[in-house]
């Protein structure tokens, strides 16, 4: 009994004790199950895999689906819009547009992608108003781009190219220039002959446009091959297109993509897209009965030739309220008005206002469409006012002061065509310098190559400025001009100040000073080139004489000279001996003070009044030369020959005589010596003929003569026999 009661104590009391403990077991347990619940970011093998095997309902993780567009955070920079449309296109939608744009039995651009869907909702859905306004002008131009399309054999389908470009509006005009229907560039407008200026730009003609447009498409499929890089070559140009293709090596429009501008890669999918919309424009309800649809309708015609003609006058005649209103049938008019002068244009207006004109005939009716005021003309230049500097007066001022004005002289060519054959020895610089032209303009004007020399025999064309020419006579003499000027001063002086009255008239007289003094200087140059020509006419009637004397010497060869030709020959020895001389490189006395040289090979004017300080010009005057062309073996003087000198000059012969003149009298002691024992030389690199000649002091000439040379080229290791000096 005892024990019994003993073990339902010892029962009681581990029932207590347990119920005490299991409390705190259970928290136990449970806190150390929730520290294991893995964290959002860290996935097990064994949670992934088997969520339910683990039997804790806490550790089963949802998955994403991977196609979610919120399964991977999306960068927003990264967004394609293309893409984002095409998934939130309707699935039905979009097959049902690719089976339709699948469809099309056309040979322009049509494949169908993303990028060509999102362009369909954007006309079809988000931007129905821009679909609806060209479909307005759908039954306007369509007809006229079907008409040049099939006339030039290209796919009728293009005439949708104008609405991606214009938007079938003829005076569009692009940020960058391009302007009209087919959005053409200035310079491309240029090649394909469509006129621009001030008064017309045929760009925004429909019908000359457009056959320029199936002009330059045309072009463009010769090229290319395929009608998707046509189009991208429209837009970007051919020659960018072709340089991408280069590069990359690739030949279709959707393999050079990447490759392409923005506007470019969009192009093909955006025509793509207005022919779909344009087709099917009823199927997505953008065709409604409120819109204004336009048609075309019949037109007629004036041909303006010349005339001036205000088109707003036109549409007054004909009965509209709008002065523009005929503007829209002549969209290449930029001013709507013509000025005088201008070349024939054919003026249309709509052939239903031709019962307001009546029976009016063409000549009236041009006469009525005068402008009533003068069209506007750009302004002329206006010289810039300085505060102390006072312009010219008027006209009457200017043309008695000998002033700047506009006259014949303006239009007189400013150069002169100067054929030149190349020297041996000549170089650009030399040319330059001696025609007062740059090396540049030369080599522009013969396509020479930079760097490279000139090889003689060149023919050469260069243009010689004209100089200045002499001042014109005056109308009246300077006993006239001043009053004139003085009375023109003072019949200025009405409405200006003292001051400014007592300034011009300072002025004038200053004017009138100067112009005494140029008359001078004028009258001084015509006296001193009178007294040349007397010169030259008086030279040149002695060195006729000389002429005949020479002839008939050489006539008899070596026979004995009379006394009448043994001045001649007198005067012909010195010259033989001078031209040796200078030739072997130790001038004459007369040289070295200046009267006379001849001239070498290689040589010329302009070298030759550089050395002497003198110009040109005086050595053409001084020498009478009818051009600045000198030979090898000429004389020239570098000074101003008297009266006195002019006598002995004209009596010596020319080279050719004289040496035929001493070659027929007998040689002299003197000479025979010095050509006895010639020695042979030994060419060496760097030698010329004109250097062998300096170093053993021979003429070139001699030596020419005793090796039977025939030019001045010698050639290494060439032996060559040299007269002892």
């Not at 001051?499 to 007289?509: G, H, P, Y």
């Not at 001078?520 to 002429?547: F, G, H, N, Y």
């Not at 008939?552 to 007198?570: F, L, T, Y």
């Not at 001493?662 to 250097?691: M, W």
Request: glycine share 4%; charged share 25%.
């Amino acid at each position: 009994m005892k024990q019994g009661i003993k073990r339902v104590k010892t029962i009681r009391s581990s029932r207590w004790l347990l119920a005490l403990v299991l409390p705190w077991l259970l928290f136990k347990t449970t806190d150390t199950k929730a520290q294991q619940i893995p964290k959002s970011g860290a996935v097990t093998p064994a949670n992934s895999t088997m969520p339910a095997l683990l039997g804790d309902t806490l550790r089963v993780r949802l998955e994403l689906q991977p196609d979610s567009l919120v399964a991977v955070p999306v960068d927003p920079m990264a967004i394609d819009s293309a893409r984002l449309e095409w998934l939130r296109t309707p699935p039905t939608l979009r097959d049902l547009v690719c089976d339709r744009v699948s469809c099309f039995e056309t040979d322009v651009p049509h494949q169908f992608n993303n990028a060509v869907m999102s362009y369909v909702t954007l006309f079809t859905a988000r931007n129905r108003s821009y679909m609806q306004r060209v479909l307005e002008r759908e039954n306007l131009y369509f007809p006229l781009f079907e008409k040049y399309l099939k006339q030039y054999n290209l796919p009728t389908d293009l005439k949708y190219l104008a609405v991606v470009e214009s938007a079938l509006i003829p005076t569009a005009k692009s940020p960058v220039g391009a302007t009209g229907l087919w959005q053409f560039m200035g310079p491309t407008a240029g090649d394909l002959r469509l006129k621009r200026d001030e008064w017309i730009d045929e760009r925004m003609a429909p019908e000359k446009a457009t056959e320029a447009a199936c002009k330059h498409l045309r072009y463009l499929y010769g090229v290319f091959h395929d009608w998707e890089l046509v189009l991208a070559a429209y837009n970007w140009g051919a020659g960018s297109v072709q340089r991408v293709m280069r590069r990359t090596g690739k030949k279709t429009f959707w393999d050079l993509y990447p490759h392409m501008p923005a506007e470019t890669r969009n192009y093909v999918p955006t025509f793509t897209a207005i022919m779909y919309s344009m087709k099917y424009a009823d199927s997505h309800g953008l065709r409604t009965p409120n819109l204004n649809y336009q048609y075309a309708e019949p037109m007629d015609t004036l041909g303006v030739r010349g005339q001036a003609f205000d088109l707003r006058r036109l549409s007054q005649a004909c009965g509209y309220e709008d002065s523009l209103y005929l503007s829209k049938f002549n969209p290449e008019l930029r001013r709507a008005a013509l000025p005088a002068g201008y070349r024939p244009y054919v003026v249309r207006y709509p052939a239903a206002a031709s019962v307001h004109l009546g029976d009016v005939d063409r000549a009236t009716l041009l006469a009525y469409c005068q402008p009533t005021a003068a069209l506007p003309q750009p302004l002329a230049f206006m010289p810039p006012r300085l505060d102390g500097m006072e312009p010219w007066g008027s006209r009457q001022l200017l043309a008695a002061t000998e002033g700047p004005r506009a006259t014949e002289e303006a239009a007189a060519p400013k150069y002169r065509r100067v054929p030149h054959k190349v020297r041996r020895g000549e170089t650009l610089a030399d040319l330059a310098e001696r025609f007062e032209v740059s090396q540049a303009q030369i080599r522009r004007w013969n396509e020479l190559p930079k760097g490279r020399a000139l090889k003689p025999g060149k023919q050469l064309v260069l243009f010689v400025p004209v100089p200045i020419a002499a001042l014109r006579a005056p109308k009246a003499p300077l006993e006239a001009v001043v009053p004139a000027v003085v009375g023109v001063t003072a019949r200025q002086m009405g409405g200006v100040s003292a001051e400014v009255a007592a300034a011009r008239k300072v002025q004038a007289e200053a004017n009138a000073r100067e112009v005494a003094r140029l008359q001078e200087i004028a009258r001084q140059e015509k006296a001193q080139e009178a007294r040349l020509v007397a010169m030259q006419q008086r030279q040149a009637i002695k060195q006729a004489a000389v002429d005949a004397q020479a002839r008939a010497a050489a006539k008899r060869g070596a026979s004995p000279m009379k006394d009448k030709e043994g001045a001649v020959v007198a005067a012909a020895a010195p010259a033989t001996a001078a031209d040796s001389g200078e030739a072997a490189g130790a001038p004459t006395t007369t040289e070295q003070n200046g009267a006379s040289y001849t001239v070498r090979k290689g040589d010329n004017l302009t070298k030759l009044a550089r050395e002497r300080n003198v110009s040109v010009a005086q050595l053409v005057a001084w020498n009478k030369l009818p051009s600045e062309k000198v030979e090898a073996g000429q004389r020239l003087v570098f000074g101003e020959p008297t009266d006195a000198e002019a006598a002995p000059e004209a009596v010596r012969p020319p080279a050719r005589i004289a040496s035929k003149v001493a070659a027929a009298s007998p040689p002299r002691p003197a000479l025979e010596k010095r050509l006895e024992k010639p020695q042979v030389h030994l060419v060496q690199p760097g030698d010329t003929l004109f250097n062998i000649s300096r170093r053993f002091k021979v003429s070139v000439q001699l030596l020419r003569e005793y090796n039977n040379l025939t030019s001045d080229e010698v050639k290494l290791g060439q032996k060559l026999l040299v007269p002892q000096s």
